[in-house]
Structures are given as structure tokens and as C-alpha cells.
């Protein structure tokens, strides 16, 4: 990846509105951050001095060096949602996007999709190793292409923000879901540089501690340009948090948005769960042809299959004692369960927790071959996890049955494939709730869930039973009655069909806000 040196003490050649007032965060955070610097570079050697990027890692993270800005095009399109004729020239028009991992890189993947497509460069930065190596597989080809450039994100010191913006020229800056930061913020004010939350997210949780430090949640409030919140809760304690209600939009959540298609091809051709979900993306469906694994290749047709995907530490031993259950009952003697666990470097460890359940066990990274006698696959690999979910005819989906947050049911859901989620789904609960309102997605005590069948599970859910206890009898019923699952999955496939708009409306949001800021330059300089 070519890159420049941006050491260079240049200025930003946007200038601030005088009319546009700037909140500065408090001094006492301004002091902290400086002096947490020299510590957060320690950390970062310790977690990757071992990594073959390290410095390129460090360079990027505190505005020694980065790659080159993406290539400049000529394109002219109409002005969005705006009474005007204007036409906005996009020609060198970098949008910068801060994704902070793996799970929000994913959702906001299909809107930066959008953003290209309209004939925007995108400057993609990510926090966790994890979230910077899904960026650069996801958006590989545009990287070569150099519509997009990637990074990790600058530390959240003003130095070295004013090295970042100067390098990238950004008209606009994208943060999704939670993560901001103070100073970062302030200067995208100062350069008069427009500010959106998208896909905005504040549990209850996160809204008290951004209230512990009351004035820095503050300023970063009232810098931001644009919230658009998932839902009107999330909106609501951005208010508290002292956002005006003309800065805020609600427009549904991006988790929404199928980030890969539905693999068709990975069920049986006589096997009735597929049904059609629109996907307009020619290169994902190219790309999910070369990696679509079928019953037929892995010889599991006819076996009740079941996946527990994204899996986190406590969640695999859980998902193994649910299946050595499952094989006691002479009808699913013969169940499959695929183990996904989330994080690469947990691989070899899930195998051997698999191999101390006594069950047996064939290996996806070592090619093993699946026979009547296996009882559990570790699908030990990388960018296939929507093969496992298709396959499947039930998914139970992780970082929800340990204090995670809950990982995207959509994925599943829109595969046609029933869902069990445990109760901390904090994360994405919106979705989750409207995902069990239709009988899609099962979670123990969702006042939403409606159930496929009015007779399902009748007088076996009493008060006193325990959430892991409630799942499981839902995955066997479901196992048992795959009629029955097959439907649910269907209602699911449906409700994420319906839900894909919410795509177009923060694209509308986000192309208007950059509009109305450009036009204002362009009167300013005027006049």
C-alpha cells in the first residue's frame, strides 16, 4: 500500500464559519488524554510489538504516516432530498469512517457500499486489530482500486488529529454506533467539517457512563452535526445527554441491512426453507458462489443441523452441554452442532474444550471429513460464517449468553434460519425484539415473542425454570418440528426484507448534511 509522509505541519485548507460555535472539551480531559498518551503507546507495543505491522500500526495511530488519500474522481451528481437544482461536485470528496471493530465495521459495510456507488471516496479507519483486518478483506478491491484507503484511527490528541484531517481532507466524518471522541469532535467543528452518527446506539448502560463525565459528553453533543439514533430510546438519551432534538433523526438500524447474500445454493435443491430476499450486489453474490459450502459437500443431508455462531468464552461450554443433551434423545441422535467461535485466536482453544466434552469432533481448518459419527464441527475459518447460518436449521447466536451485548441476528434471519438469542443483547435489541414479534427469534421472557405455533412448548416454560434451560427446550422443539422452524425462519427472511429502506434513509440524511454544508462554504466564500 503506497503511502506519504504527513509529519508536515500543513494547514487544512477548509476554514470555519464564523457563525459556527465550537464546544471544547473541558481542560481536565484535555490534560488526561495528554498524559494517558505516552501509556496508550506502551499498550499498544505490548499488544502488537510482535505483529508484522506494528509499525505501520503506530505510524497511523499517532499521525507519523499513512497510506495515500483515495483517488480523486469527476463525477457530478444531483443534490439529495434538497429543493435545489444544484449540482455538488464530488470530485476529491473523502468521507472518513470510523467503524471501531469486526461487528461495526460489518454494519456499516453496505452503506459505505452506497457512498461509492454515488461516487464518494471513503477513508476507512478502525480501533481493534480485529476491525482493521475486516476492513481490509471487506474492502480489498477497493483498496487496490484506490476508491478507499484504510488505517487505524488516529489517538484522540489534537496534534495529531490536525496531521490526520490535514492528510485526508475529509467533507465529512461517519462514527458508528457509540464510539466518539472529544477532541476529535472538536476539530471537525473547528474546520467547520460535518459530524454524523450513524446507525447512533446508547444503552442504558453506556448513557450512565457518558453521564459520569457530564461535560465531555457534552461538548460532544453539541459539535456532532447529525445523530441518526436506531430507535427512539437511543434518542431520547442522546437528549439527556444534551444533543438538541433538530440534531437527531431516527432511522431504524443498518444491522438491518444484509451485509452478504443468501447463499441459495447451500441448501438441498428439495429442501423448502430457501425463499427469495432481493440482494443487489453482483460481487458479493460472485464472491458467495466461490466459498458456498452445501449439505452434500460436508455429507450431512438429512441430519438435523444447528449452528452456534460468534461464540464467546463460557458460551462453547454452554452450546456443547445443550448437545450432549440433544444426542441422549433417540429422535436427534444423530444432531449436528457447527461451532463458529468469534475470534480466531480462540480456535484452538474451543477445540479443546470440544474434546474434552467427550464429543466427537472433525475440524474445518484441517479439511477432516464429516461422518455419521461426528457430533460437533469447529468451523475454524474466516468469511464463511453465512454458509454455516444457511446450512443450519436452527442458529443460536453468540455474545448473548455471556455479557457481550448479542452479535446480529439478521445474518441468520436473513437465510430463513429460526434464532435463539440469551438475554444480553443489549446491542441490538430493537432488532432482536422485532425479530421475535414474528415468531423469528427466540429469547426467554421477550414480552415480544409470538411463536410460530399457538400450542409451541404449552405448559413447559413455567417462572421457575432458568434462561439456559428455556433455550434449549426451544432448540429441541425447534429440531424436532423442523416444519415448524422452517416457517419461523421464513418470517424472519420476510422482516428482513422489509427492513432494507432504512439503507436508503441514512444515506438521504448523510448526503444531505453534506450538501447543506457545502453549500454553505460556497455562500460564505460568496460573500
Known amino acids: 500500500m503506497p503511502s506519504s509522509d504527513t509529519s508536515k505541519n500543513l494547514s487544512i485548507q477548509a476554514q470555519p464559519l464564523q457563525s459556527h460555535a465550537v464546544y471544547k472539551p473541558p481542560v481536565y480531559y484535555q490534560v488526561g488524554i495528554s498524559l494517558l498518551k505516552p501509556l496508550y503507546r506502551l499498550q499498544v507495543w505490548r499488544r502488537s510489538h510482535a505483529r508484522d505491522n506494528y509499525q505501520q500500526e503506530v505510524e497511523q495511530r499517532f499521525g507519523k504516516r499513512y497510506p495515500a488519500p483515495p483517488i480523486a474522481t469527476e463525477t457530478y451528481l444531483p443534490a439529495a ?177 444484509i451485509n452478504m447474500p443468501k447463499l441459495s445454493n447451500v441448501s438441498e435443491p428439495d429442501d423448502d426453507k430457501a425463499i427469495d430476499v432481493d440482494i443487489e450486489n453482483s460481487e458479493q453474490t460472485e464472491l458467495a458462489e466461490k466459498t458456498s459450502v452445501t449439505a452434500s459437500d460436508l455429507g450431512v443431508v438429512n441430519r438435523p443441523i444447528w449452528v452456534a455462531a460468534s461464540t464467546h468464552g463460557g458460551e462453547e461450554g454452554i452450546v456443547l452441554s445443550w448437545q450432549q443433551q440433544l444426542l441422549s434423545n433417540p429422535a436427534l441422535a444423530e444432531a449436528l452442532l457447527i461451532i463458529v467461535p468469534r475470534h480466531p485466536e480462540r480456535f484452538d482453544e474451543v477445540a479443546a474444550l470440544i474434546q474434552n466434552s467427550g464429543l466427537t469432533m472433525a475440524r474445518r481448518s484441517a479439511a477432516e471429513a464429516i461422518d455419521i459419527t461426528t457430533q460437533v464441527y469447529l468451523a475454524d475459518s474466516m468469511g464463511e460464517l453465512m454458509n454455516w447460518y444457511a446450512l443450519a436449521d436452527v442458529a443460536v447466536v453468540g455474545g448473548s449468553l455471556v455479557e457481550v451485548g448479542g452479535h446480529n441476528p439478521v445474518e441468520p434471519a436473513s437465510v430463513a434460519t429460526p434464532v435463539l ?61 423442523l416444519t415448524l422452524a422452517k416457517q419461523a425462519g421464513q418470517a424472519g427472511a420476510r422482516m428482513t426484507d422489509q427492513q432494507q429502506a432504512v439503507l436508503s434513509r441514512q444515506l438521504s440524511m448523510i448526503e444531505k448534511i453534506i450538501e447543506q454544508h457545502a453549500l454553505q462554504s460556497v455562500s460564505q466564500d460568496l460573500n
Not at 476492513?135 to 495529531?160: N, T
Not at 434518542?235 to 444491522?255: D, M
Not at 432488532?431 to 414474528?438: C, Y
Request: proline share 3%.
Open 81 to 257: 432530498d434538497l429543493n435545489s437544482s444544484i449540482n455538488v461536485n464530488k470530485q476529491n470528496k473523502t468521507i472518513w469512517c470510523h467503524a471501531v471493530s469486526l461487528g461495526e465495521t460489518n454494519t456499516v459495510a453496505p452503506l459505505l457500499d452506497a457512498l461509492l456507488a454515488r461516487g464518494y471516496r471513503i477513508w476507512l479507519t478502525n480501533t481493534t486489530q480485529t476491525g482493521f483486518a475486516r476492513g481490509a478483506s471487506r474492502f480489498a478491491e477497493e483498496i487496490a482500486q484506490g476508491r478507499l484507503s484504510h488505517s487505524y484511527v488516529p489517538v484522540d490528541s489534537p496534534a495529531v488529529i490536525e496531521q490526520f484531517l490535514t492528510h485526508v481532507q475529509p467533507v465529512a466524518a461517519l462514527f458508528v454506533e457509540t464510539e466518539l471522541w472529544a477532541n476529535i469532535l472538536t476539530k471537525l467543528s473547528e474546520h467547520h467539517i460535518p459530524s454524523i452518527l450513524v446507525n447512533g446506539r446508547l444503552s442504558a448502560s453506556s448513557f450512565k457512563s457518558y453521564q459520569k463525565i457530564g461535560a465531555v459528553s457534552t461538548s460532544m453533543m453539541k459539535n456532532l452535526s447529525l445523530i441518526i439514533a436506531q430507535d427512539n430510546d437511543s434518542a431520547k438519551r442522546f437528549r439527556q445527554l444534551g444533543a438538541h432534538s433538530a440534531q437527531i433523526r431516527v432511522a431504524g438500524s443498518l444491522k438491518w441491512v
Open 421 to 481: 438469542m440469551g438475554v444480553h443483547t443489549q446491542s441490538c435489541q430493537s432488532v432482536v425484539d422485532k425479530l421475535a414479534s414474528v415468531g423469528a427469534l427466540y429469547q426467554p421472557n421477550n414480552p415480544f415473542y409470538q411463536a410460530m405455533d399457538n400450542t409451541e412448548q404449552e405448559n413447559e416454560n413455567p417462572q421457575s425454570i432458568d434462561n439456559e434451560t428455556l433455550i434449549y427446550q426451544q432448540l429441541k422443539y425447534w429440531l424436532s418440528h
